[in-house]
């Protein structure tokens, strides 16, 4: 699925998610258990507005971000908390957005870690474009003959990114620079 969407201009990147934050639409994406889940409680608790949770769905022509959700997924206490407080306080979004900034994080525990100098496209190659993986994507890329329009899709992604977005290196779970 996460193949069809890139060919018809849609970038899905996994571990993230979106939210109306003063009239603002920021999406936030970042390797799974790097307290994601907790900060999007906080900025709803503080008023903010769930779009999505969960993959974090870009039209790149528009730059606009659709909502979708893992709703369904409660496992964790922090995400069944989660829920019920969107659930609550009926916050729930249903239409696309204009994308105003695209937060990429990574957050470390370890003072010693550098996770500096990385931009925009090491970060998509790192939580997107996962169907590359996929022995049997790749069967079908072979397949129809598709090697070369991925490839030039994703370079062209590279040359013509329009999406504002900012690496934040987060150290030892300290969120307070985004909101400054």
């Known amino acids: 699925l996460d193949i069809l969407f890139f060919q018809k201009g849609y970038l899905t990147i996994l ?8 009239g603002k639409i920021i999406s936030m994406a970042g390797p799974s258990m790097n307290g994601k889940t907790t900060l999007l409680k906080k900025i709803i608790e503080g ?3 769930y779009i999505s949770e969960g993959p974090i769905i870009i039209d790149i022509k528009n730059n606009q971000v659709f909502p ?12 069944r ?3 019920q407080l969107i659930n609550k306080n009926h916050i729930k979004h249903y239409q696309k957005e204009k994308l105003n900034m695209l937060y990429l994080i990574v957050n470390s525990t370890n003072f010693d870690f550098d996770a500096t100098n990385k931009d925009f496209f090491d970060f998509i190659l790192f939580r997107s474009l996962l169907f590359l993986k996929s022995p049997f994507i790749s069967a079908y890329i072979f397949k129809n003959n598709l090697t070369k329009k991925i490839f030039d899709q994703i370079s062209n992604l590279r040359k013509n990114i329009s999406i504002n977005n900012r690496f934040l290196p987060i150290k030892n779970y300290d969120y307070d620079q985004i909101f400054n």
Do not use: D, P, V
Not at 68 to 79: A, M, V
């Open 81 to 83: 908390e989660l829920y």
């Open 15 to 22: 571990a993230g998610f979106t939210i109306n934050y003063q």
């Open 68 to 79: 979708c959700s893992n709703i369904e997924k409660k496992g964790r206490k922090i995400s």
């Open 47 to 49: 008023g903010g507005r």
